[in-house]
């Protein structure tokens, strides 16, 4: 009865003691095994990484030996070569030599029959080589002059170089050159009572507005008599009619109008004078207001370019504020920007127009002479 309650009272003694009992040997082994293995493992890993390193090492060696074996067999080679080439031209030169000794051999025997140029040549060595020319008398106080040949060997005769193509003009030397004209004619004028003389200056009044948008018809009025060359004869009246055309298109920079004034009309008398339309002094071309169409060319790119600066202004101030929507404005800005490419493109390109107001005294300039003897008899 003791021990059963000896037993009971270690029991409840030893509840809070956790005993382990055996197999405490059989883990340890296991343990041991396992770091061998993992020893292995790594001696086997480090093992291939020093191979690799040997093998990367040695692999430049190999080439260099190699490089150096090539360059030992192109030194070889190349002295080889070199031995080749000297040879050839010792070869080369004695063939030379040869040859010209041939030649000399047969210039002396053809020597009594040598052509005046081979004289001219000797000559021409004497002279180089004496540094004076031999007279035909022998006293070298009396120069003489040398043939071409043997100024050619001196160097006096110049050489022409023409690298030009043929029908080429400098046009630097033509400028200095000045501009040539035919020569003139004298005729006389034979009946000078009815002639119209060039360089007439007639004066008159627009009666036509002219504007240069579309080409157009323009009428002018004589403001003063028109008289012959030698004052006696009236050849046109006050009132008379100028009818012309005005068929240019104008241009940027451009502040006149072209007119040309092709009939004058007196009653039943019609004169063709193609004349040209001045200003009152005489310029060339009509004084006029004109119109760039600014507003037209620029306006509509201009409108375009800012409504492409708003929309790239609301985009910043879109992405400064941190803003989670959605909505982007990159599509609409490049969009914006080839359109106002696109209408300058089209509207650059307006030509200006011009406009001259009915009433402007102008001047009309005769380029020839005209006859009116067909027409005019004074009785």
């Not at 197999?23 to 191979?51: E, G, H, N, T």
Request: charged share 20%; glycine share 8%; aromatic share 4%.
């Amino acid at each position: 009865m003791k021990n059963k309650d000896d037993e009971k009272n270690n029991d409840a003694g030893n509840r809070g003691i956790i005993e382990v009992k055996g197999k405490a040997a059989p883990k340890k082994i296991l343990i041991l095994i396992i770091l061998l293995i993992a020893a292995l493992f790594v001696i086997i890993i480090l093992f291939k990484v020093l191979s690799r390193e040997q093998v990367v090492q040695q692999t430049p060696l190999e080439k260099s030996d190699e490089t150096l074996v090539t360059n030992t067999n192109n030194g070889v080679s190349l002295t080889t070569m070199m031995k080749n080439i000297e040879e050839k031209e010792k070869l080369d030169a004695a063939n030379r030599r040869k040859a010209q000794e041939e030649q000399e051999q047969k210039q002396a025997d053809n020597a009594p029959s040598a052509p005046a140029s081979q004289k001219a040549d000797q000559t021409a060595v004497n002279v180089i080589a004496n540094g004076s020319p031999q007279t035909a008398s022998g006293d070298p106080n009396q120069p003489q002059p040398l043939p071409k040949s043997v100024r050619q060997l001196m160097g006096d005769t110049m050489v022409k170089i023409d690298n030009q193509e043929p029908g080429e003009k400098n046009q630097e030397r033509d400028d200095l050159q000045g501009s040539q004209y035919a020569d003139g004619k004298v005729s006389p004028v034979l009946n000078r009572r009815y002639l119209l003389s060039a360089g007439t200056a007639l004066s008159c009044v627009l009666k036509t507005k002219i504007v240069t948008s579309y080409p157009g018809i323009t009428m002018c009025q004589l403001t003063r008599d028109v008289w012959s060359d030698n004052g006696e004869v009236l050849l046109a009246r006050k009132g008379a009619l100028l009818i012309g055309e005005q068929n240019k298109v104008m241009t940027q920079g451009v502040a006149r109008v072209f007119v040309n004034w092709t009939t004058l009309k007196d009653e039943n008398v019609n004169v063709r004078i193609g004349a040209l339309g001045t200003d009152s002094l005489g310029a060339s071309g009509l004084p006029a207001w004109v119109d760039n169409h600014f507003g037209q060319r620029f306006g509509g790119a201009l409108l375009l370019s800012l409504l492409g600066d708003g929309l790239d202004i609301l985009k910043n101030s879109t992405q400064q504020t941190g803003s989670n929507s959605n909505i982007t404005y990159e599509n609409t800005s490049d969009a914006t920007k080839e359109m106002a490419k696109t209408t300058l493109d089209n509207t650059i390109n307006i030509p200006p127009t011009a406009y001259i107001n009915q009433g402007t005294v102008l001047s009309v300039i005769v380029p020839r002479n005209i006859d009116f003897s067909s027409v005019y008899e004074l009785q």
